[in-house]
Structures are given as C-alpha cells and as structure tokens.
C-alpha cells in the first residue's frame, strides 16, 4: 500500500524543526511522526434554539405568567381571541415543551417561564456531534483540535498511510467521560457549547491525530516538543500526555537507537558529501558544515535548472533537515555566508505577506540566534539588502 506524504496530513516536518529551532536554548536532534490514538465519541444532544416571538404566542404566555389566567376560556376574553384561536396557540406552545395541562388548568414549564421573562422563544432541537478523547487518559481534547488545520484519521485511513507511526492506545472509553466533560464548567473549551444538553453516547470508534514528536535538547535536559497543527505552534495539551507516558518514550527511544553516523551515510553518499563533513555540536547533536560553494542564492546553478548534487539553498543554511528520525543542521564556517543567508531568509520573510516592523524584527532575532553572523543583523541592513535585491522600499506595518 503506498505511504501518503506527511504534508498532505499534516505539514512538511522542516516546519515543526523550524519552530523548535528558534525557542531559546533548544537543540531539535530527533523527530518522529506519530499518530496518537483517539477515542471518537459519536454523541446525540438536545440544544435549545432561540428566536423571536410570534406576536400571539408572546400574549398567551404573557397572559398565563403574569396575568394569571390558567383556563382557555378566560385567556380568549382577556386577549380578545375566539377559543379556537387561543386553542391552536396553546398547543403549538404545548409541542415546543412551553406549558402543560388541560384547558381548564394550564401551567407554563420552566422553559416557558423562561422564554416569557426574556421575551425569546426558546425551542429544543435535535443535534449529532463528535467529540473526541485521548487513548492515553480519556481525556477530552481541546477546541483548538477541531480547528481547521488540524487534521484527524479515523480508522481505516490511519491503517492505510504508512507516514505516521500508530501509538497503541493506554486505556478503553469510559462511559462516564462525556457526563464528566457536561458538568465542567469550562466545557466550552473542549469543543462542546454550554446550549448542548441531555447528551447520550452513540457509538465510539478510533481516530488518530497525526503529529511530529521533536526530541531536543535545552542545555540541561531532553524534551519532548510536540507539533499538530495546532494554531501552526507547539501542542502544549498532546505535549503534556506524551511526556508522560512510557509507552510513547519507549516507541521513540527503540527508533533511536542507530548511531547518528550510520544514519546520515547513506543520505550523505546520494549527495556526494564527505564523511568528515559531520561535525559535533556537542554531546547531542550533529552539524553538516559544507563550503560556501555547496550553498546558492539561485534557484539553480545548472544549465538544466537544477542544483548541483549536494548543493543547499542559501535559505536552507542554518535549517535542519531529517533523513529519517535523527536531526542534522546544515551549516557553513564562512561567516560573511552565514550573513548572507540571515538576510536572504528575512527578506523572504519579510515580503511573503504583508508583515510588521515588530514580527520582522523579532523574525531577525530568531534568525541571528541560529546563525551567529559576526554581528546582529538589523531592520536597516535587512532595508539595504531589499534595495539591492531590487525589492525597492521594504513596506512594512508599524
């Protein structure tokens, strides 16, 4: 069965080391795509609608609430109505859960007293939603997972890619986990609305929520960085059950096993890269420092308009690539190369979208951070590089 690519579930794994890469301190040296089990709650649920009154059913619920009337006939002479007229009123009031009774005894229930107090006519519908639980706790997720970019595999489909690796779910559905979620006060923050009421379990199923696990370094420890999608940041929710389940430690530290060395061979021999083009960062982590001649501004450097085997764009300086799970950094000594690609990455930044003087500024920062120019890079050199690019004027928001 083929593997689909990982940015037609998610995105491309160079956007989740980017992001780490520019947190102060951290180190990404590993990365793995996980597919982190779900519960998939197929749930029924009553919501109550709200909308303006017909002129007739305001008065009749009017005439019961606060004129006291509770027989047909005394309602029709005090509104002036024929008793056909009230009767029909009364039993569409009656079908919409409003009031109960006989014509001779009518009473407004507590959504009818309710609906007369704040002059809205309140009405119950039936509603079908999907609500999903972690495989580790059964725990709810946030209202950020059901985001648009945010994509989560049912069953079959997580079986079918081969991109993502399953995580084995820790626990079964709790029956009780849907009620314990409805009696929260904060349950508007996991995706189910205050107005949904008289919730009964369906059916549940399995779903996966694809994600890149980081394994970094952050001067003093290992952690674990997680990427979903989530507002296109770090998954803090997913992040904090991963860090805590040994299952998920044990899957990530069996894959990591091979020597760095062993990992890169064959990705560097494709490339015509040396062996001894791998450099030690520290006790962690790897570099691949090539000359100023493997890195290109151009879109290519061959007559056929490709690269050169083993030539990196100038914008890849500095970024982080993955042959397979073991993170390597692309790096250059020369320092006037690194300073070019600074400004080749902030200036591709910077004229993407319309962007302002603080997110450019701050962008420069992460930039310089992970480059180490010899000096820091400005706003006013990021301007002349524009100029000389032939960009003209940069125009940026203040």
């Given at each position: 069965m083929s593997s689909a690519p990982a940015d037609t579930i998610l995105y491309a794994q160079t956007r989740a080391l980017e992001h780490a890469a520019g947190l102060p301190g951290i180190r990404p040296l590993r990365i793995h795509a996980l597919a982190f089990p779900l519960h998939a709650a197929e749930l029924s649920a009553t919501i109550e609608e709200r909308d303006p009154?017909?002129?007739?059913?305001?008065?009749?619920?009017?005439?019961?609430?606060?004129?006291?009337?509770?027989?047909?006939?005394d309602i029709a002479v005090f509104l002036g109505l024929t008793e056909h007229t009230v009767d029909r009123v009364l039993r569409f009031l009656g079908g919409i859960g409003h009031l109960y009774g006989t014509a001779d005894a009518l009473f407004l229930t507590e959504r009818g007293l309710r609906s007369v107090r704040d002059d809205r006519r309140y009405t119950e519908k039936q509603e079908r939603l999907r609500l999903y639980f972690d495989g580790v706790r059964c725990g709810p997720l946030r209202t950020a997972h059901y985001a648009h970019g945010v994509r989560i595999l049912d069953r079959d489909t997580g079986h079918a890619q081969r991109t993502f690796r399953?995580?084995?779910?820790?626990?079964?559905?709790?029956?009780?986990?849907?009620?314990?979620?409805?009696r929260r006060h904060d349950r508007g923050e996991y995706d189910l609305p205050d107005e949904l009421l008289n919730l009964e379990v369906l059916e549940v199923g399995r779903a996966f929520l694809p994600c890149y696990a980081v394994r970094a370094h952050d001067g003093h420890r290992l952690r674990t960085l997680v990427y979903s999608g989530v507002a296109d940041l770090r998954d803090d929710h997913l992040e904090e059950i991963l860090n805590s389940w040994p299952t998920a430690t044990h899957v990530m530290e069996s894959a990591d096993s091979e020597?760095?060395?062993?990992?890169?061979?064959?990705?560097?021999?494709?490339?015509?890269?040396a062996p001894q083009s791998l450099s030690w960062v520290d006790h962690h982590s790897f570099r691949l420092v090539l000359p100023p001649s493997r890195y290109t501004d151009r879109y290519s450097d061959r007559e056929d308009g490709t690269r050169g085997k083993g030539t990196f764009s100038l914008a890849m300086l500095g970024a982080y690539v993955a042959p397979r799970s073991h993170v390597l950094q692309l790096w250059c000594d020369d320092v006037p190369t690194r300073t070019r690609a600074v400004l080749t990455r902030a200036l591709a930044y910077a004229t993407a979208t319309r962007r302002t003087v603080p997110e450019v500024t701050a962008f420069l920062g992460r930039v310089c951070r992970q480059l180490e120019p010899e000096a820091d890079v400005t706003l006013d050199d990021l301007r002349r590089h524009a100029r000389r690019a032939g960009y003209g004027t940069l125009d940026l928001e203040e």
């Amino acid at each position: 069965m083929s593997s689909a690519p990982a940015d037609t579930i998610l995105y491309a794994q160079t956007r989740a080391l980017e992001h780490a890469a520019g947190l102060p301190g951290i180190r990404p040296l590993r990365i793995h795509a996980l597919a982190f089990p779900l519960h998939a709650a197929e749930l029924s649920a009553t919501i109550e609608e709200r909308d303006p009154f017909d002129l007739l059913d305001r008065y009749v619920g009017l005439a019961i609430a606060e004129g006291g009337f509770t027989r047909r006939a005394d309602i029709a002479v005090f509104l002036g109505l024929t008793e056909h007229t009230v009767d029909r009123v009364l039993r569409f009031l009656g079908g919409i859960g409003h009031l109960y009774g006989t014509a001779d005894a009518l009473f407004l229930t507590e959504r009818g007293l309710r609906s007369v107090r704040d002059d809205r006519r309140y009405t119950e519908k039936q509603e079908r939603l999907r609500l999903y639980f972690d495989g580790v706790r059964c725990g709810p997720l946030r209202t950020a997972h059901y985001a648009h970019g945010v994509r989560i595999l049912d069953r079959d489909t997580g079986h079918a890619q081969r991109t993502f690796r399953l995580l084995p779910e820790a626990c079964g559905f709790r029956p009780g986990a849907v009620q314990e979620l409805a009696r929260r006060h904060d349950r508007g923050e996991y995706d189910l609305p205050d107005e949904l009421l008289n919730l009964e379990v369906l059916e549940v199923g399995r779903a996966f929520l694809p994600c890149y696990a980081v394994r970094a370094h952050d001067g003093h420890r290992l952690r674990t960085l997680v990427y979903s999608g989530v507002a296109d940041l770090r998954d803090d929710h997913l992040e904090e059950i991963l860090n805590s389940w040994p299952t998920a430690t044990h899957v990530m530290e069996s894959a990591d096993s091979e020597h760095p060395r062993d990992h890169f061979a064959e990705w560097m021999r494709e490339r015509g890269i040396a062996p001894q083009s791998l450099s030690w960062v520290d006790h962690h982590s790897f570099r691949l420092v090539l000359p100023p001649s493997r890195y290109t501004d151009r879109y290519s450097d061959r007559e056929d308009g490709t690269r050169g085997k083993g030539t990196f764009s100038l914008a890849m300086l500095g970024a982080y690539v993955a042959p397979r799970s073991h993170v390597l950094q692309l790096w250059c000594d020369d320092v006037p190369t690194r300073t070019r690609a600074v400004l080749t990455r902030a200036l591709a930044y910077a004229t993407a979208t319309r962007r302002t003087v603080p997110e450019v500024t701050a962008f420069l920062g992460r930039v310089c951070r992970q480059l180490e120019p010899e000096a820091d890079v400005t706003l006013d050199d990021l301007r002349r590089h524009a100029r000389r690019a032939g960009y003209g004027t940069l125009d940026l928001e203040e």
